[in-house]
């Protein structure tokens, strides 16, 4: 058996020393295995437990298809909304100092307070037919609530600290020197930001894109009120797995979470590839 050391100390650990890390290893890896493999491998089970044949016919449904597609237009706008807004947003926080600049940088996480059920019914009350908004909407003739662009809005909400919080650290640490170096050889802003600032700063937009993806792939209670989940019309990927759930469509449930379930553990596990071969 070889010896291990004690990573403080450099000196050989004891026997003591071994089985009490060994045990704190296994600990953590029994806690994330119940709460990450354990769900992942009941959902492979029950997904297959009528044969990949009907698992296939189940995902082929024309209902299970429009909401994917509606699932991954609105991930898809919002990731777009958050590169350029949520890029505007850390910036301006990190860069600026203004009046009201702590609390609006303590806002950023609220999403991650407020229950997505809440922030469902506060956007039924600004563009719902007695919102506040409702006679805009009336007069524009655009219908936000119980259709596509309130479901964006309602995503766009939640995952709204994501890519900000990712990048705000990034850019702290980076610092303004380099800016200011490449403002002195006669570089514009666009140029400094595109040639000094955003190679910086990629690993944050990788990490905000991909955990935004994601947290916009599960999305459920938010644009479940604001959309009120009519099939084939409002209906994401959850809300069809909910209702099948409900309806007793089992293999149909189970299959389209685990698409979903595994499309966000490779997005996740893909951005953690980049980083390892990027060191």
């Known amino acids: 058996m070889s010896t291990m ?6 000196r050989p650990a004891t026997t003591l020393e071994i089985w009490r890390r060994r045990v704190l290893i296994g600990i953590v890896v029994g806690y994330m295995a119940l709460l990450i ?28 298809l429009s909401a994917f597609w509606r699932t991954l237009l609105i991930a898809g706008i919002v990731i777009v909304v958050h590169v350029i807004c949520g890029t505007a947003v850390a ?22 307070a407020v229950s997505p059920v809440i922030a469902g019914l506060m956007l039924i009350l600004l563009f719902g037919r007695r919102g506040l ?4 909407i009336e007069t524009t003739g655009i219908q936000i609530a ?3 662009p309130g479901m964006i809005i309602a995503t766009l909400f939640v995952t ?20 200011q170096a490449a403002a002195t050889l006669g570089a514009s802003g666009w ?30 209670g938010a644009v479940l009120v604001v959309s009120g989940g009519v099939q084939g019309r409002t209906e994401t990927a959850t809300m069809y797995v909910f209702r099948a759930l409900d309806e007793r469509q089992y293999t149909g449930a189970y299959s389209a979470a685990l698409v979903l379930g595994l499309f966000s553990l490779l ?5 953690e590839l980049l980083r390892r071969r990027e060191r």
Do not use: C, K
């Not at 493999?37 to 299970?64: C, N, R």
């Open 146 to 148: 119980f259709a596509l």
């Open 37 to 64: 493999l354990a769900p992942i491998g009941a959902l492979i089970a029950g997904a297959f437990a009528e044969g990949i044949g009907a698992m296939f016919g189940a995902l082929s449904d024309p209902d299970v």
């Open 267 to 271: 997005l996740v596990l893909g951005a």
């Open 160 to 179: 709204l600290p994501f890519m900000v919080r990712e990048l705000m650290p990034v850019l702290e640490a980076f610092g303004i020197e380099q800016e």
């Open 91 to 112: 910036w301006v926080l990190v860069r600026h100092r203004f009046p009201g600049r702590r609390l609006l940088n303590a806002l950023i996480d609220l999403p991650f």
């Open 5 to 10: 050391i004690d990573a403080h100390s450099a």
């Open 191 to 220: 140029q400094s930001f595109r040639l000094v600032t955003f190679p910086a700063l990629r690993w944050g937009f990788i990490y905000g894109l991909t955990l935004t993806f994601a947290r916009a792939l599960g999305e459920f």
């Open 133 to 136: 908004f409702a006679p805009l």
